[in-house]
Structures are given as structure tokens and as C-alpha cells.
């Protein structure tokens, strides 16, 4: 008796909560008889009314503090791991791998992009494209990629800022901008890029420098994109502004780089040449040791013609034997600090110049020029070495 009234308790409630819910918890329907559901039209309108896609201005948004992302997902793409391909275990390399369509947000490698040129797309039964990740079929994509852009996705932001670059590029900058005030690095780098040319905005080099700088405080795999978008704004100071002083802030920042990630033998290279431009050939010298560890062995011979400029011949004459050693191919640097191939005997008159430089040293004081001799020969003092007359 007491289940029994116990369990007529329970299905009187149930029955009105159930009225309340509108009959058993149906959707209310409209007159033409669908069902009455938010649609994602709606959800982008209720986004644009609560205020999502508002962003800051280039200046704050280029000077204010930001936490450093935990993931990327969701932010660059919409890969499980964005660091993967979305069809391989392989590896992509941001800022540089292909993006699959647009529609989903799914990314691919340069290998997979190769093998299959559709981008991710395949033909039906009824021979309509339609993408493999998400089924949309081809021809709504950018629509789509749309829509996911006014609900403040960050890579369709991005994306949609890239496709409107050329319809409208004002508005194109208006997109990426959403997205880099969404903590995308990607849309960072791309937003500085755009300064830094004045494609789309006025032509500032220090807002693409803040840019540059913010974007890799985002995430520390974006720190060699960022060195190389760095080492371009530099050149740009030296070449079109005369602005040395703030060219030489950035390249001495590069040659303090302690990140092995961070640089490659391009930036090495690009640092060093406007290093040797702006007349800091020691510091260039530092910038092509780094090159020569992480694989640029040709920077060698440059890095012993350095140290020969700055009279540093013991230095020479060890990385002149370095450059033997590794066959580097004698590349010496030219006026504008890039690097040449050059000849054996060419090779052959800087080792000799070495050598007459550091005999002389031996054998000569550098107080007086006097002729040394066992005898007369004082204690070196760093390279040099002195007679009784100094």
C-alpha cells in the first residue's frame, strides 16, 4: 500500500510538470507546422547584439597585456591537435600550413595538399563537392565560414578577413583585427604584416613591431614567425626611414635570442646583414655563429672575415680552420653583408693575411713597432705583445 500510494505521488507530479513544459516537452510549433528553433542566422544576430564582434583599437589592442594561450584549439583551427595534420599524424608548421576550404576550419599538411589538390573536398553521388570533415557542400563555404566569423570564432575570423582581402581591403583588416582581439597569434602576425605595409591601414612600423612582439607573447611556437617578420621591419627602418637606432633595438634583440626554435639560417642571415649595415660587425659576427649551429656551415668563413675587420686574428684564424673543416663552400660576405661564393685562392690570400697579421703581433711591439726577441719579449697583453718600452 505504500508503494503503491508512493508511485501515484510520483506520477502527479510528473504529469504536472510536464504540463508546464507544454505537454510532455514538445517543441512549440509555428504555423507552417516546423519546429520553433534557434537557428545559427539567429545565434549570429543575438552575437552582434550582445556586443562580440566590438574590438579595440589598433593602438590598444597593440599595447595591451595578454595571458599566453594554454592550446590552440579552436583559435588557429578546429584540429583535435593543431600542431597535426587533420587526415595524417604528420606534423604542419603554423603561419605556413595549408587551411582545408574554409568551411570547418580543419587544417592540412603540404603533404596531404599535394595528394589531394581538392583541398579536402570530395564529389557525391550526385558529382557535388562536398568537404569530408563536415559534408557542406563547396559552394556554401564561404557563407558558412560567415556565419562561424559573426559568432567570434577566432580562425574564421581570420579566414574571412584573408578571403576579403581582395574584395575590400579595409574590411578584410576589420576581420583579422576581430580575430587577433581574440588571442589568434596567426591573425597577430598577419594584422602586423598589414602595418607594416600599409595594405589595408596606415603604414606604422612600430604598431607591426608591437604586433610582431604581442603574437609571440601568445605562444612560443609563433617565436620564429615572428623573428622573421621582426628582421624585415628592421630592414625597412634602415632602408626607407634612416631610423638606425630602432632598427639596431631590434636585431640586437635577435642576436640575444636564446631560443633555438626561434631562429633559423634565414633570420640569422637577415639579422647579420643589417647588423653589418648599421656598422656592429662584431655583434654580426655573434648573429653568424648561431647560424653556423643551427646548419648554416657556409657562415663560417664569413665569421672569420668578421673577426678579421675587428682585428680579432687569433678569432679569425679559429674559425678559418672551422671553415676548413666543414667545407663551407668559402662564402665570404659582401658590402651589404649577404653571403658569396668565392674561390680557393681567394680562401687562400685571407689565410695568409691571417697569418702575416698574427706574425707580426709576435714579432713586433705594439708600442713602439720595434723587432722582438726571445729576450726582449714581455708578457702578452690580450692579442698583443709589448717590449721593455711600454
Avoid at 502527479?12 to 516537452?25: A, D, I, L, P, V
Avoid at 628582421?231 to 636585431?251: C, N, P, S, T
Amino acid at each position: 500500500f505504500f508503494l503503491l500510494l508512493t508511485s501515484r505521488r510520483l506520477a502527479g507530479k510528473m504529469g504536472k510538470k510536464s504540463k508546464r513544459r507544454g505537454g510532455g516537452g514538445g517543441g512549440k510549433k509555428s504555423a507552417s507546422g516546423s519546429t520553433n528553433e534557434t537557428s545559427v542566422s539567429a545565434r549570429v544576430r543575438s552575437a552582434v547584439l550582445v556586443g562580440k564582434t566590438d574590438t579595440p583599437s589598433a593602438l590598444e589592442l597593440a599595447y595591451s597585456e595578454c595571458t599566453p594561450l594554454r592550446s590552440l584549439k579552436g583559435i588557429v583551427s578546429t584540429n583535435d591537435d593543431p600542431g597535426r595534420c587533420a587526415v595524417c599524424p604528420g606534423n604542419i608548421e603554423l603561419c605556413t600550413s595549408i587551411v582545408c576550404g574554409g568551411c570547418c576550419g580543419k587544417r592540412l599538411c603540404d603533404a596531404c595538399f599535394d595528394a589531394d589538390r581538392n583541398c579536402g573536398y570530395a564529389a557525391d553521388i550526385l558529382g557535388e563537392n562536398r568537404c569530408i570533415f563536415c559534408n557542406c557542400l563547396k559552394s556554401q563555404r564561404v557563407s558558412l565560414l560567415r556565419e562561424e566569423a559573426m559568432l567570434g570564432k577566432p580562425w574564421a575570423e581570420h579566414l574571412y578577413g584573408l578571403f576579403l582581402e581582395n574584395i575590400s581591403s579595409q574590411e578584410a583588416t576589420s576581420w583579422i583585427m576581430k580575430s587577433a582581439a581574440h588571442c589568434n597569434p596567426e591573425a597577430t602576425i598577419e594584422l602586423s604584416e598589414l602595418h607594416r605595409f600599409g595594405s589595408g591601414c596606415p603604414r606604422d612600423l612600430s604598431l607591426a613591431q608591437a604586433y610582431a612582439k604581442r603574437a609571440r607573447s601568445l605562444h612560443a611556437s609563433f617565436a620564429l614567425a615572428c623573428n622573421t617578420v621582426l628582421v624585415g621591419i628592421a630592414a625597412q627602418h634602415i632602408e626607407e626611414d634612416g631610423a638606425v637606432e630602432e632598427a639596431k633595438a631590434i636585431l640586437f634583440d635577435i642576436a640575444k635570442e636564446a631560443d633555438r626554435n626561434a631562429l633559423d639560417r634565414s633570420v640569422c642571415s637577415a639579422a647579420a646583414s643589417g647588423l653589418v649595415r648599421i656598422g656592429e660587425p662584431q655583434v654580426s659576427a655573434l648573429v653568424h655563429v648561431k647560424s653556423f649551429c643551427f646548419g648554416r656551415i657556409e657562415s663560417a668563413l664569413a665569421t672569420c672575415e668578421y673577426y678579421f675587420m675587428m682585428e680579432k686574428f687569433a678569432l679569425s684564424k679559429l674559425w678559418l680552420s672551422v671553415a676548413c673543416k666543414t667545407k663551407s663552400g668559402f662564402s665570404l660576405p659582401k658590402a651589404d653583408g649577404t653571403l658569396e661564393p668565392t674561390t680557393w685562392p681567394v680562401f687562400k690570400q685571407l689565410r695568409d693575411g691571417i697569418r702575416s697579421k698574427l706574425r707580426k703581433i709576435r714579432d713586433s711591439c705594439s708600442g713602439c713597432d720595434a723587432a722582438l726577441q726571445g729576450d726582449t719579449r714581455r708578457l702578452c697583453r690580450g692579442c698583443r705583445a709589448y717590449c721593455y718600452c711600454s
